[in-house]
């Protein structure tokens, strides 16, 4: 499978909001690293992620392109909301390896009512 239907698999199982589905597009060792957030490691920890992320706020991702580059592929995104954002994938033998995604964190906590760190 290439990377780009890699991710768009990814994607139509990130808008059904199952944590479980999403931590088994990942390697055992991947890392996950959201750059307004500290990186997390292991599928396990993604997991915990997306099921700490899916029950705070309702996201819907859109494609708005997806570009490949060998084993990378480099997601373009939008939401229903507003918010915009881009996101990078190593994929390795089927699997995410490692993700980088860039995304405004304080117009994402606005948007869904969620609490603004004081810190």
Same mark, same amino acid.
């Given at each position: 499978?290439?990377?780009?239907?890699?991710?768009?698999?990814?994607?139509?199982?990130?808008?059904?909001?199952?944590?479980?589905?999403?931590?088994?597009?990942?390697?055992?060792?991947?890392?996950?690293?959201?750059?307004?957030? $500290?990186? =997390?490691?292991?599928? !396990?920890? #993604? &997991? %915990?992620?997306?099921?700490?992320?899916?029950?705070?706020? $309702?996201? =819907?991702?859109?494609? !708005?392109? #997806? &570009? %490949?580059?060998?084993?990378?592929?480099?997601?373009?995104?939008?939401?229903?909301?507003?918010?915009?954002?881009?996101?990078?994938?190593?994929?390795?033998?089927?699997?995410?390896?490692?993700?980088?995604?860039?995304?405004?964190?304080?117009?994402?906590?606005?948007?869904?009512?969620?609490?603004?760190?004081?810190?």
């Amino acid at each position: 499978m290439t990377p780009k239907k890699l991710i768009e698999q990814w994607v139509d199982k990130f808008n059904s909001g199952s944590a479980e589905t999403m931590a088994s597009f990942y390697h055992d060792d991947a890392i996950n690293h959201q750059v307004n957030n $500290e990186p =997390v490691i292991g599928k !396990e920890a #993604i &997991f %915990e992620m997306f099921k700490r992320e899916f029950s705070q706020a $309702e996201m =819907v991702c859109i494609i !708005e392109n #997806i &570009f %490949e580059d060998g084993e990378w592929a480099i997601l373009e995104w939008k939401d229903p909301l507003g918010l915009r954002g881009c996101g990078f994938f190593h994929i390795v033998d089927n699997k995410i390896k490692f993700q980088r995604g860039y995304w405004d964190k304080l117009s994402f906590l606005r948007i869904h009512n969620l609490p603004i760190p004081t810190h």
